[in-house]
């Protein structure tokens, strides 16, 4: 009998697509692609796949099981017992309740640790008891960064780290371009020059001292851009808004919320950007600023945690808890075209350093090792 790869596929298919979900989207299609057709796997869904995944070959299945609350810990975890895979792969960190198999799972972030005050006491709870879980069941963990790595390392010491490996998220060379002369730049008819931020509209995020930044910029002479913030609204959005009707008139109007952006539009909101601008306080990866680097846009982001790491040397790197340092590296882009230049350049040599082809591929020969594992 063949071995059965069985692969949890439901955080894909959330309504709005946030990091884990996108990641839980890419993993598995390119996971698919380096098994190319050489093992079983089973998709394990709440809601129908349609061609998400692309054509499924005959050693995919998909088992659609629909049910209402708690659908990983009960309902997947009886499809487990009653229907055992050899091998179980989690990308998102939340390994059913009764899970008699081998798993892998992907660790993104221990945010929930450093922030617990951004979290409801049964949100805390329920993160705790999950992440433990998890990492003392995982047969193997995937860490997406050395912080990832780290940050399980110090919250849970008592884990074998040999079972930690570090694969870094792809990039979507074929989504995140650069700003082509046929382009219709639908975002720059609406709002003019404009720095972006995409994320959610949450204190982690670091959005109070990016409108504070962004205050102090707009002091200058020949600054005219705008400041997008574009996600949903989260933890601390109020407060936000508070520190945006306090500005002057003339800066209020050019802070722009448009919420949630589509799939379809992120892209072409991303290269149409004139900065890219993301100062987070906390990540586990930073998938964005890669995806900037590729659309060919400068970025400036945190010197904490991942971002450093995923960056490299190719944005301005800046104290995420200093304001005026932020304003700062916005003010050398706008006012310094050749380190404007030389940073987009940086950007897309380094953005070619990620792919989900090589993540797939790595991931996968984390899946086997686990599936050899006695």
């Given amino acids: 009998m063949d071995e059965i790869i069985g692969v949890d596929v439901s ?19 390119s996971v698919l692609e380096a098994g190319n057709d050489k093992y079983k796997f089973r998709l394990y869904s709440n809601k129908p796949i349609g061609n998400t995944f692309g054509k499924l070959s005959s050693k995919i299945e998909s088992r659609i099981i629909p049910f209402p609350r708690f659908w990983t810990q009960l309902r997947l975890s009886f499809e487990i017992v009653t229907h055992k895979p050899s091998v179980l792969f989690v990308p998102a ?3 059913p309740l009764i899970c008699p198999t081998k798993t892998v799972v992907t660790v993104h972030d221990l945010g929930f640790m450093h922030y617990p005050e951004l979290y409801r006491p049964i949100e805390r709870f329920m993160h705790k008891y999950i992440m433990s879980y998890a990492i003392k069941k995982a047969t193997k963990i995937v860490a997406i960064s050395q912080a990832t790595k780290d940050d399980i390392l110090k919250f849970y010491p008592k884990i074998d780290a040999s079972k930690i490996r570090i694969v870094y998220q ?14 219709d730049l639908k975002y720059r008819k609406q709002y003019g020059k404009y720095i972006l931020f995409v994320g959610r509209i949450e204190e982690r995020k670091n959005i109070a001292r990016m409108i504070e930044a962004f205050a102090l910029l707009k002091k200058e002479r020949g600054v005219d851009h705008k400041l997008v913030l574009a996600g949903r609204p989260r933890y ?11 500005l002057p008139s003339n ?17 072409i909101l991303l290269r149409e950007a004139d900065i890219f601008l993301y100062p987070s306080l906390f ?3 930073g998938l964005p600023i890669l995806e900037a680097y590729a659309s060919g846009v400068p970025v400036v982001t945190s010197n904490v945690t991942s971002m450093p790491e995923v960056a490299g040397k190719a944005a301005l790197i800046v104290n995420p808890y200093k304001t005026l340092e932020i304003a700062s590296a916005l003010s050398q882009i706008i006012h310094k075209p050749k380190l404007r230049d030389d940073l987009i350049y940086a950007g897309k040599k380094r953005a070619l350093k990620f792919n989900w082809e090589i993540t797939g591929q790595q991931t996968l020969e984390i899946i086997l090792d686990a599936l050899k594992k006695k």
């Fill in 11 to 29: 955080r894909a298919f959330k309504g709005f697509l946030s990091g884990t979900e996108y990641y839980s989207k890419e993993i598995t299609r």
């Fill in 93 to 95: 960190h939340t390994i």
């Fill in 170 to 183: 792809g990039l979507n060379h074929k989504r995140f371009r650069p700003v082509k002369p046929t382009d």
């Fill in 236 to 246: 601390g959005y109020n407060r936000f808004m508070e520190i945006i009707d306090k």
């Fill in 251 to 267: 800066i209020q109007k050019d802070i722009i919320l448009p919420g949630y952006i589509s799939d379809n539009d992120l892209p």
């Fill in 283 to 285: 990540e586990g990866f």
